[in-house]
């Protein structure tokens, strides 16, 4: 069974960091690339971050704006996602998602797998 887990979630102050971690389970990693999406209370699900299984590519969304860093370690399963400089507009449920030996993409719907999300809520 393919579990992926988020955490690092939490408050932060505005201007503030983060480091969002995605643990995978059930599957071969080094053969997934990986996503990470937001979504914010009354809004849709938002690409912020993707990165290639076979050669590290990185995309990022326009929300990433610069500030935020995917990276992943596929001897521990887990994908990263660094977040600096945190706006209060930045506030929304992160997930990770996983599609198996393609090109990430920015659309949700070409994952095949998710995980249920962590909490980032930036105060102002």
């Known amino acids: 069974q393919v579990q992926l887990v988020e955490s690092g979630g939490g408050l932060v102050q505005a201007g503030g960091s983060l480091r969002l971690s995605c643990a995978a389970s059930?599957?071969?990693?080094?053969?997934?690339?990986m996503g990470w999406f937001r979504q914010a209370p009354g809004e849709e699900r938002e690409f912020v971050a993707a990165i290639d299984w076979n050669d590290d590519w990185t995309y990022y969304g326009a929300s990433a704006e610069g500030r935020f860093s995917i990276s992943r370690d596929d001897a521990e399963n887990t994908v990263y996602l660094r977040v600096n400089s945190l706006k209060a507009e930045d506030t929304a449920v992160y997930s990770c998602?996983?599609?198996?030996?393609?090109?990430?993409?920015?659309?949700?719907?070409?994952?095949?797998?998710w995980g249920l999300g962590t909490q980032v809520t930036v105060s102002s």
């Open positions: 059930g599957l071969t990693f080094s053969d997934y690339s």
């Open positions: 998602a996983a599609v198996h030996r393609k090109k990430p993409s920015s659309s949700p719907t070409s994952y095949d797998y």
